[in-house]
């Protein structure tokens, strides 16, 4: 059973441990990350970004999916299905669809608009009994053709969002999706430490997580964040994966084309980098 991602990110900030996002594509993507967590015994969090529900036809096919999912493969560990930076419409039909948490990007309005629409979707979460995790700050990089430099978030604001009775906050501290480029800065913990001092026990979250440095990301951790975002590792893993596969000509011997054999080391290689990713963020045996 889907469950709200509150109580496990409330364990995750006063444990000093992260629990991962990560961005779910179609069913063997979904497949390999909850196989992961039950093997890891870690909470998790899988996320749909407006683009990957819209490719799967739809939030409802992915509720589906997931709900089954968790009953034919007996998962015991805590998962939350994820609405990762949604419009406020996207929020609205994950609400109706059955997800069990959502995030509102609100970041691209001024900070008035952002405030108005976070506190509608406040009350909406608190009678659903969903998460809602609320963004200040542009996170950099591109992000379903939103193009941020990865600025840094206003502390006041994020104190202002916080306040609203959000359950996480994203808070941009330099953080890019996707790739990071030679010349970027790195993470700003002073951001962050200052961000941390005026939400108190709010988890925040890090977006962005791949590529980041394992050291930034422990620091990142030590410093109140909770929830960690990974999508373009396991995307890169996968793809790696499965170019082996074919320059091996093995997809040509026997019945190698058939899908399932042909997707499975890619699968795989996701389950190998969920995992890698759950040692590091602390959560293993966590659930």
């Known amino acids: ?62 509720v589906g999916m997931v709900n089954g999912m968790l009953e034919e ?28 948490s959502i995030m509102f990007d609100g970041s691209h309005y001024p900070i008035e608009e952002n405030v108005a629409k976070t506190r509608e979707l406040v009350d909406i979460c608190a009678k659903k009994g969903m998460s809602l995790e609320a963004e200040v700050g542009s996170i950099g990089g591109e992000e379903d053709g ?29 953080n890019i999706h996707g790739k990071y480029p030679e010349n970027w800065k790195g993470l700003s913990f002073e951001t962050l430490a200052a961000v941390q001092e005026l939400t108190g026990e709010m988890p925040l979250v890090l977006h962005g997580g791949t590529g980041i440095p394992e050291d930034m990301i422990k620091k990142a951790i030590s410093l109140g964040v909770a929830k960690i975002n990974v999508n373009t590792e396991c995307q890169l893993s996968f793809a790696a994966a499965t170019r082996e596969y074919i320059e091996a000509g093995k997809d040509l011997q026997g019945k190698g084309f058939d899908p399932r054999k042909l997707l499975a080391p890619g699968a795989e290689a996701i389950k190998a980098t969920v995992k890698e990713k759950m040692e590091l963020f602390g959560s293993v045996n966590k659930a």
Do not use: R
């Not at 007996?74 to 994820?82: C, G, R, S, Y």
């Not at 193009?147 to 501290?173: R, Y």
């Open 1 to 62: 059973m889907l469950v709200s991602a509150q109580e496990m990110l409330q364990k995750a900030k006063a444990g000093k441990y992260a629990v991962g996002q990560f961005n779910i594509n179609n069913l063997e993507w979904t497949k390999a990350v909850l196989a992961a967590a039950q093997e890891m015994n870690s909470p998790v969090i899988l996320g749909v970004s407006e683009g990957a529900g819209k490719y799967m036809t739809g939030f409802k096919t992915v």
């Open 73 to 100: 493969m007996k998962i015991t560990v805590p998962v939350a299905l994820h609405l990762d930076h949604g419009t406020y419409e996207g929020c609205l039909k994950c609400v109706e669809a059955g997800f069990s």
């Open 146 to 174: 939103v193009v941020g430099a990865g600025e840094c978030a206003d502390p006041q604001e994020c104190k202002a969002i916080a306040d609203l009775g959000v359950t996480m906050l994203a808070a941009g501290i330099g």
